[in-house]
């Protein structure tokens, strides 16, 4: 990896007390196993956590400071979240993960290259693997709602794995205003918008790494948060 394009892995936490420690741990040992000569930090993005996030994640950047930083993001929400990183860290390469990490971490890569070598702005993941049959159906009925109203050519515009190069990052800082989980939808369609190149990698998903961390899934707030989106979404964006 070139000098300049040193990675910073993101995770957002809202209370990952019960998992952050082996997650952070898991991250940093595959991180060191598949990029051994990059130059890659990680990031907790705390999202005003209530439980012992703050403290695991303090204990894990004192041990390894030269490779993990903490951020304390007051405002509640995943798009508060990812856009206070980005505007923290400008000029940087992101790379936002879930908090529980369901992927295949030898994937990363996948996520990574398009953006390093230069070929994409963004690269999104695709999840593959056994699902749920709730989720894989949200996802794909979330998925043609964008190709009909924005022309989102994308198969899983909510995959919470996202690659951004600087430029990228700048659209997420000051072209978008979402403050909950449709964040992801919405920055791709302002990338899109601003002229980036975005592109899919495939990635092994894990939809429950640990049992213990209980994730459901409110289907009648996402349909209604989802309709909203669509409808407010479309007032202020042309179809590209």
Same mark, same amino acid.
């Given at each position: 990896?070139?000098?300049?394009?040193?990675?910073?892995?993101?995770?957002?936490?809202?209370?990952? $007390?019960?998992?952050?420690?082996?997650?952070? =741990?898991?991250?940093?040992?595959?991180?060191?196993?598949?990029?051994?000569?990059?130059?890659?930090?990680?990031?907790?993005?705390? *999202?005003?956590? *209530?439980?012992?996030?703050? !403290?695991? #994640?303090?204990?894990?950047?004192?041990?390894?400071?030269? /490779?993990?930083?903490?951020?304390?993001?007051?405002?509640? %929400?995943? $798009?508060?979240?990812?856009?206070?990183? !980005?505007?923290?860290?400008? %000029?940087?390469?992101?790379? +936002?993960?879930?908090?529980?990490?369901?992927? *295949?971490?030898?994937?990363?890569? /996948? @996520?990574?290259?398009? &953006?390093?070598? $230069?070929?994409?702005? @963004?690269? &999104?993941?695709?999840?593959?693997? /056994?699902?749920?049959?709730?989720?894989?159906?949200?996802?794909?009925?979330?998925?043609? !709602?964008?190709?009909?109203?924005?022309?989102?050519?994308?198969?899983?515009?909510?995959?919470? &794995?996202? =690659?951004?190069?600087?430029?990228?990052?700048?659209?997420?800082?000051? $072209? =978008?205003?979402?403050?909950?989980?449709?964040? *992801?939808?919405?920055?791709?369609?302002?990338?899109?918008? #601003?002229?980036?190149?975005?592109?899919?990698?495939? @990635?092994?998903?894990?939809?429950?790494?640990?049992?213990?961390?209980?994730?459901? @899934?409110?289907?009648?707030?996402?349909?209604?948060?989802?309709? /909203? +989106?669509?409808?407010?979404?479309? !007032?202020?964006?042309?179809?590209?």
């Amino acid at each position: 990896m070139e000098q300049e394009k040193s990675v910073l892995f993101v995770g957002s936490a809202y209370n990952e $007390g019960i998992v952050l420690e082996r997650t952070l =741990t898991a991250l940093y040992e595959a991180l060191t196993e598949h990029l051994p000569n990059d130059r890659w930090r990680i990031l907790v993005a705390d *999202n005003a956590s *209530n439980d012992d996030t703050p !403290a695991i #994640a303090h204990a894990f950047v004192s041990t390894h400071r030269l /490779r993990a930083a903490y951020l304390s993001i007051p405002a509640r %929400g995943r $798009g508060n979240a990812l856009r206070e990183v !980005a505007r923290a860290y400008p %000029g940087t390469t992101l790379c +936002f993960l879930d908090a529980d990490l369901p992927l *295949n971490l030898a994937d990363l890569p /996948r @996520v990574l290259a398009p &953006v390093l070598r $230069g070929s994409a702005e @963004v690269a &999104v993941g695709k999840r593959e693997g /056994r699902r749920s049959l709730i989720r894989t159906v949200m996802t794909r009925g979330w998925s043609f !709602a964008c190709r009909a109203c924005f022309d989102l050519p994308l198969a899983d515009p909510q995959c919470g &794995v996202v =690659t951004l190069s600087p430029r990228a990052g700048e659209v997420l800082a000051t $072209g =978008t205003r979402q403050t909950q989980w449709l964040i *992801n939808t919405e920055f791709l369609i302002a990338a899109r918008a #601003a002229g980036l190149r975005i592109t899919e990698a495939p @990635v092994r998903w894990i939809e429950h790494r640990y049992p213990e961390r209980v994730s459901t @899934v409110p289907i009648a707030r996402y349909v209604r948060e989802g309709a /909203r +989106f669509l409808v407010s979404a479309s !007032a202020f964006l042309s179809p590209l």
